[in-house]
C-alpha cells in the first residue's frame, strides 16, 4: 500500500467528538489523507457548551510533536485550540524550526467556541499575533477572531478586504477571512494573499447543527494542501466539503450538532 | 439528516494517528457512526515506539464521560488504554452506573504497545481483573494480556478455549480472544459466552504494517454494537473490517506503519 499524505493538527479535544482533534482526524481521513495529533488541551465538551479543560504541559506538546515530525514527517500542519501564551509560543517555536520547513502551516486561531466558551486566554492574543500568524501559509479567522486580533470589525462583505489586510499585516502568507456569521445571504469567505482575491460564496444551509465548522474546513485546507493542491485550489476544495458537512449536520445532544464529517462516504461503508 | 449511532472511546492518544483514540474515531467514522471519545492519557508516539505518556487527572476522565453521556448519551462504549489502578476503577465505576445501562461495552485490555512499552501500570492489573472486567460485554484480549492477567498461556489456537473459560471467570458476558501473535496458519480469533463458540478465521496478511489493530478491531466491534448487531455479527464484521485495514497497512516512519482505517472508502473520497 501506498501511504497517504501526512497531516497533523496540533490542538485541543473535544470529548463529543465534533470539534477539535476528532473533527481534525475525522475529516483528514475523509479526505483520503493520514491525520495525526499533538494535543495541547483536553475538553469535557457537549452540544451545550464546555464544561472543563485540562491544558497539556509545553514539555508534552514539544514531545508529541517531535515523535511525529522526526519519525514520520508531515505534509501539511492545522493549529486550533492552543488555550494559553506558553503553548502558542510553544507550537509557534517548533512551527518556525526545521521540521516544518517548507511545511503549508494552516492557523486557525481559535478563541472562543461555538457557544462563546474561552478556547484562547487573553493573554494570549499577542503571541497568537506575532509568533504564531507569522508561521501560517494560510490564517483561517471567523470574523469575530478577526475582531479580537486586529479591532477591525465587519458588518457586511464588502468590508472584508480592510479584515483580510488587518490580519496579512501579521505574516500570514495567505488569509482565509470567513463570513459565515455575517447576518444574511450567501456564507461568503475571501480567500488573499494581498494581490490575488478569491471570493468564495456557498449556499447558506438552514441547519442550526454547525458545531465544528471551523476545525472542519481548515482541517480539510491543510488535508488538500498535504495533497499538492495551490492554496486557492485547497481552500475551494475545503469550502466544498465543508458546505456538503454543514448540509448533512445533524441532530446530537438537546443544543448545537455537529457537521456531518462522512457525509461524502456514504454507500461506501 | 438522521443522527448516526454514537460511540463512544475511553482511552490514550497516539499522536502518531495509528492507535489509541485516533484508531478509534477513524474506524467509528469508517463504519458509519459518530464517534466520541473520553481521552485517559496523551502519548508522544511514532512507528518506533512511546517517548512520553502524560495522564489526565480521574476528575478529567469523569468530567468528560459526564458530558458525553449527560447530554448526548452513547450506543456503545470502547475501553483501551487506561494506565493506573486510579484510571481503570474510575472508568469501571462511570460503566456500572446508570449512564452505561443496557449499553454495550467493549473492553479491550491494553496491557503493553506493539513496541513492548508499558500502557497499564502493574498495580493496576488487579483492578481491570475485579472491576473492569465485569462490566464488559466484550473482553478483546489478545494472548499477551491473557497471560497477563490470567497467567494461562497459549501457544496452538486448540489452547485458546481454556484462555477464553480464565477471561469468562472475571465476569465479562463475553470474551473475543485473539490469535493473531500464534506463529503460523491463519489469523484465528475464539469468541465465546462459555457456550457457544465461534472461531474467526481470516488469511495471514504478510504485512508487518500492523500498528493498532487491537484498538481497531474493539472499536469496530463497538461501532457494530451500537448499529443494532449481536455479539457474533459485530465480532464477524470487525474482524473482516481490521483484516481489509491490515492487509491496506502502510509504511510510515522507520518502523511498525498503521492499518489503513480507509480501505473501505476508497473511491468515495
Same mark, same amino acid.
Given at each position: 500500500?501506498?501511504?497517504?499524505? #501526512?497531516? %497533523?493538527?496540533? +490542538? *485541543?479535544?473535544?470529548?463529543g467528538g465534533g470539534a477539535g482533534i476528532q473533527a481534525d482526524l475525522k475529516t483528514m481521513l475523509a479526505l483520503g489523507t493520514h491525520g495525526m495529533s499533538v494535543l495541547t488541551a483536553v475538553t469535557a465538551q457537549n452540544s451545550l457548551g464546555v464544561q472543563g479543560a485540562w491544558e497539556l504541559p509545553a514539555e508534552a506538546v =514539544?514531545?508529541?510533536? #517531535?515523535?511525529? $515530525?522526526?519519525?514520520?514527517?508531515?505534509?501539511?500542519?492545522?493549529?486550533?485550540?492552543? $488555550?494559553?501564551?506558553?503553548?502558542? =509560543?510553544?507550537?509557534?517555536?517548533?512551527?518556525?524550526?526545521?521540521? $516544518?520547513?517548507?511545511?503549508?502551516?494552516?492557523?486557525?486561531?481559535?478563541?472562543?467556541?461555538?457557544?462563546?466558551?474561552?478556547?484562547?486566554?487573553?493573554?494570549?492574543?499577542?503571541?497568537?499575533?506575532? +509568533?504564531?500568524?507569522?508561521?501560517?501559509?494560510?490564517?483561517?479567522?471567523?470574523?469575530?477572531?478577526? &475582531?479580537?486580533? @486586529?479591532?477591525?470589525?465587519? &458588518?457586511?462583505?464588502?468590508?472584508?478586504?480592510?479584515?483580510?489586510?488587518?490580519?496579512? &499585516?501579521?505574516?500570514? #502568507?495567505?488569509?482565509?477571512?470567513? *463570513?459565515?456569521?455575517?447576518?444574511?445571504?450567501? &456564507?461568503?469567505? %475571501?480567500?488573499?494573499?494581498?494581490? $490575488? =482575491?478569491?471570493?468564495?460564496?456557498?449556499?447558506?444551509?438552514?441547519?442550526?447543527?454547525?458545531?465544528?465548522?471551523?476545525? @472542519?474546513?481548515?482541517?480539510?485546507?491543510?488535508? =488538500?494542501?498535504?495533497? *499538492?493542491? @495551490?492554496?486557492?485550489?485547497? +481552500?475551494?476544495?475545503?469550502?466544498?466539503?465543508?458546505?456538503?458537512?454543514?448540509?448533512?449536520?445533524?441532530?446530537?445532544? +438537546?443544543?448545537?450538532?455537529?457537521?456531518?464529517?462522512?457525509?461524502?462516504?456514504?454507500?461506501? #461503508?
Amino acid at each position: 500500500m501506498q501511504t497517504p499524505p #501526512r497531516v %497533523l493538527t496540533v +490542538a *485541543g479535544s473535544d470529548s463529543g467528538g465534533g470539534a477539535g482533534i476528532q473533527a481534525d482526524l475525522k475529516t483528514m481521513l475523509a479526505l483520503g489523507t493520514h491525520g495525526m495529533s499533538v494535543l495541547t488541551a483536553v475538553t469535557a465538551q457537549n452540544s451545550l457548551g464546555v464544561q472543563g479543560a485540562w491544558e497539556l504541559p509545553a514539555e508534552a506538546v =514539544r514531545a508529541q510533536f #517531535r515523535s511525529v $515530525a522526526d519519525d514520520i514527517g508531515v505534509q501539511a500542519v492545522k493549529t486550533g485550540m492552543l $488555550a494559553s501564551a506558553e503553548l502558542v =509560543r510553544t507550537v509557534a517555536e517548533l512551527l518556525a524550526g526545521p521540521a $516544518a520547513a517548507g511545511v503549508p502551516v494552516v492557523v486557525d486561531p481559535v478563541g472562543v467556541s461555538k457557544h462563546g466558551d474561552t478556547l484562547l486566554a487573553a493573554s494570549a492574543l499577542d503571541a497568537v499575533r506575532t +509568533a504564531l500568524l507569522p508561521t501560517a501559509t494560510v490564517a483561517t479567522p471567523n470574523l469575530d477572531e478577526v &475582531a479580537q486580533l @486586529t479591532g477591525v470589525r465587519v &458588518a457586511a462583505a464588502e468590508e472584508m478586504p480592510k479584515a483580510a489586510e488587518a490580519i496579512l &499585516a501579521f505574516g500570514p #502568507r495567505w488569509v482565509l477571512v470567513k *463570513g459565515g456569521h455575517l447576518p444574511a445571504g450567501d &456564507a461568503v469567505d %475571501l480567500l488573499t494573499d494581498g494581490d $490575488a =482575491r478569491h471570493w468564495l460564496r456557498a449556499p447558506r444551509h438552514d441547519n442550526r447543527h454547525t458545531h465544528g465548522t471551523g476545525c @472542519t474546513l481548515a482541517a480539510a485546507l491543510a488535508a =488538500r494542501l498535504a495533497h *499538492g493542491d @495551490t492554496v486557492p485550489q485547497a +481552500a475551494a476544495a475545503a469550502k466544498e466539503y465543508v458546505t456538503g458537512a454543514i448540509a448533512a449536520g445533524f441532530r446530537l445532544g +438537546a443544543g448545537i450538532g455537529p457537521v456531518d464529517h462522512g457525509w461524502r462516504l456514504r454507500g461506501a #461503508r
